[in-house]
Each structure stands twice: as C-alpha cells, then as structure tokens.
C-alpha cells in the first residue's frame, strides 16, 4: 500500500505563489510516475502535471505550462508542484496520485486527500 500526504494549499491573491508537496509512504517503488490533479466544484478532475520516476519527463496541461514545474526528490520520497503567477481559474483541491505516467485519473492507483487552493482576484 502507497499512502499520499499533501500540504501547502492556501489562499493566495492572483499573480501570487504556492508550493504544494506531497508525501508519499509505504510501498513506493510500485509507482512509476506521480502526477497532480485538480477539481474545482462541480467540475470533474482534471490533470495538471505528472512526472516520472527519476524526473525526467515532467508533463504539463496547457493551461499551467510556463506557471507550474513538478519536481521530486525521492531521497524524501515527496513530489513538488510550484505555482507561480497564479488565476482565479486555479482555484480548487488539488490531488497527488501515484501510479504510471499519464493524464487519465484511471492510470494513478494512489491518491492523496487533496489540498484546498484558493486565488482571489
């Protein structure tokens, strides 16, 4: 089993920064690449980044590239996602998942609780 911790949400004003990690526990070699969702209410989940195991291959949604970099450290076994120049748009509870590289939620075994991101205008 894979357990998923996130932090860093918050409120944030447009234009601002955020720095959500999380970190990830028990059998993690069984995870190929981590990624990072978003959901915001009565919209479905939808991906925003993910990056595979030795960091090589970071991969973006359009509308967060040039704003947002994944990274990792798997000496800490935490994933990254820095969020500058943030929009209203941005706002809403972000998820870690872990499981093999892709866009699709169905691709990622493991998911965290999720960390509430609000941007005020």
């Known amino acids: 089993q894979v357990q998923l911790v996130e932090s860093g949400g918050g409120l944030v004003q447009a234009g601002g920064s955020l720095r959500l990690s999380c970190a990830a526990s028990?059998?993690?070699?069984?995870?190929?690449?981590m990624g990072w969702f978003r959901q915001a209410p009565e919209k479905e989940r939808e991906f925003v980044a993910s990056i595979n195991w030795n960091g090589a291959v970071p991969y973006y949604t359009d509308s967060v590239k040039g704003r947002f970099t994944i990274s990792r450290d798997n000496a800490k076994n935490t994933v990254y996602l820095q969020m500058n120049s943030l929009k209203p748009e941005d706002t809403a509870v972000y998820y870690c998942a872990g499981g093999n590289m892709g866009t699709s939620p169905s691709l990622y075994a493991y998911w965290g609780q999720g960390t509430q991101v609000i941007v005020s205008s």
């Open positions: 028990g059998r993690t070699s069984s995870m190929y690449a």
